[in-house]
């Protein structure tokens, strides 16, 4: 089957970026109409997990690399590679679009290192400047924690071009678009400002599937699309007076579908008309595979009386803050794993290379 329900997606007004900077990935899913894509830790890991990526890991082991240096050049490199790819669609659109983001550094975020929030901010912004530097189509992405949060103004002042993750409510948004806003404004120009706020969408209705199970059949499995279409239209509010030359926009993140029950379009349908959705690889196949018709839908809310059965029943702020601590527990590991995997695949690499 071809492309066409993905290039009816883009038709409908979304931009489609790619959850992967898996090489083959990244190539398909360009031709497919994808513009953008993004890193993180966990796929890193899954692509050393292939031994696709052996000959350059003992390359950076004979440059003498220790695991973390090893970790963040492979990184660079994945990413670079990608943004290569897009580097095309990011000239085209001047700077609106073709862009790779890269993540700074989870371990930041570690309670184990009880690290003050100040000295985060710190380490935040000096990645960011390091990471960002030289690079044309690099978003830089960080989370919205407090000392990520405390890091947007100087980062954007400095001229970086940010992706805020990890946003599960208004709240959260709000402070990261205010910060990036003060700083933008202390730039000499705004031709180049771009942002963007990834907001996580399927974690909310796991949220509620378990702990607020007094919602209806038509109302459950509804407030992650509820909540990030209104986040959406809160960007949209607040960016339509500023004239612009570059979009700020929403990143629908966390689109793969989390029940077997869902189709796994019900998320890419939903936000389907605006801005940009960042889907996994197979996210993506589904979505080539399904045969359908995608349409805006994105300023379509269900009916009145699911929202206000989700606003009576759902203790927004209190999700917000549950996610977040969930997250944060959560958001060092897979940096933690891909140290492991490294040291791991330093051995028998090394082994190998001594027979």
Do not use: C
């Amino acid at each position: 089957m071809d492309a066409a329900p993905l290039k009816s997606l883009i038709a409908s007004g979304t931009k489609l970026w790619l959850d992967s900077v898996d090489p083959d990935e990244v190539v398909q899913n360009r031709a497919w109409g994808a513009t953008g894509a993004t890193s993180n830790p966990i796929i890193i890991s899954d692509l050393i997990k292939t031994g696709r990526f052996d000959e350059h890991i003992a390359a950076f082991i004979r440059e003498g690399l220790d695991d973390k240096g090893l970790a963040w050049s492979l990184t660079d490199l994945l990413v670079r590679q990608a943004q290569a790819v897009f580097l095309p669609v990011w000239e085209e659109t001047r700077g609106d679009n073709g862009y790779v983001s890269f993540e700074l550094d989870p371990l930041l975020e570690d309670a184990s290192l009880n690290m003050p929030v100040q000295e985060r901010t710190r380490h935040y912004i000096e990645l960011g400047k390091q990471w960002s530097k030289g690079h044309k189509n690099r978003m830089i992405k960080v989370p919205a924690t407090p000392g990520g949060l405390a890091a947007l103004e100087e980062m954007s002042a400095a001229g970086i071009t940010l992706n805020v993750t990890l946003i599960f409510g208004e709240d959260q948004y709000e402070t990261a678009r205010e910060a990036i806003w003060r700083g933008a404004q202390r730039r000499t120009s705004l031709d180049h400002f771009k942002s963007v706020y990834s907001i996580f969408v399927s974690r909310l209705d796991v949220y509620t599937a378990a702990k607020v199970p007094q919602l209806s059949p038509t109302a459950q499995g509804q407030v992650g699309i509820v909540n990030a279409k209104r986040i959406w239209k809160l960007n949209q509010q607040f960016w339509s007076d500023k004239q612009l030359p570059l979009k700020q926009e929403m990143i629908f993140a966390s689109t793969g579908t989390k029940k077997p029950e869902d189709p796994p379009t019900k998320y890419v349908a939903a936000f389907a008309g605006s801005d940009i959705e960042t889907n996994p690889p197979a996210t993506n196949e589904s979505v080539r595979k399904s045969g359908l018709a995608f349409t805006r839908m994105i300023d379509q809310m269900p009916p009145k009386a699911v929202l206000d059965e989700i606003d009576a029943k759902v203790d927004m702020h209190l999700l917000e803050k549950t996610l977040m601590e969930e997250g944060l527990k959560k958001f060092a590991d897979p940096q933690k794993a891909l140290l492991q995997l490294i040291a791991k695949k330093r051995e028998s690499l090394t082994t190998a290379a001594n027979r």
